[in-house]
């Protein structure tokens, strides 16, 4: 088994030291759901949600949680990302919206916890600006899909 990186020798939780790592360009890719009513969905689509443009703030609350990364988790390094975008689809079920997420930095360490981080935050504010008309809203499947260093 592989040892944890954020624990001592002590057993204490501790942030690694990536200081003698490279600087590598790096991405990573996250996506994550949340399962609404068809017809709350369609209130989104046609922008009837009283707290406004659902997708739009959703998109910007991602993008501002994965800024705030280092924030928010206790142990993950603050990192100045180069680019964070926050995509959705709504399939064809018409019963969810799936949520795509990826950061890209040049750095010591990755960027896995921002691009999961935005999926996250993503989530939460669909589910906060349509809790008033949907009350069986589930957020699920939230995973990393991919990193890459070069």
Do not use: W
């Not at 204490?12 to 969905?41: H, N």
């Not at 206790?74 to 100045?80: A, I, R, S, V, Y």
């Amino acid at each position: 088994m592989k040892k944890l990186t954020h624990i001592d020798d002590a057993g204490q939780a501790a942030m690694v030291d990536v200081s003698a790592k490279p600087v590598q360009q790096r991405e990573a890719v996250a996506r994550g759901e949340i399962r609404l009513q068809a017809a709350t969905l369609d209130l989104i689509s046609v922008n009837h949600i009283a707290k406004g443009n659902v997708l739009a703030t959703a998109r910007i609350a991602g993008i501002q949680a994965a800024k705030k990364c280092g924030e928010l988790i206790p142990l993950c390094h603050p990192l100045p990302i180069t680019h964070c975008e926050v995509n959705f689809e709504i399939p064809a079920s018409h019963d969810r919206i799936v949520i795509t997420a990826s950061a890209k930095i040049a750095a010591q360490t990755g960027i896995e916890m921002e691009a999961l981080t935005a999926v996250s935050l993503a989530a939460l504010t669909i589910y906060d600006m349509c809790k008033a008309v949907d009350k069986a809203m589930v957020i699920s499947e939230i995973k990393l899909i991919s990193k890459t260093k070069k």
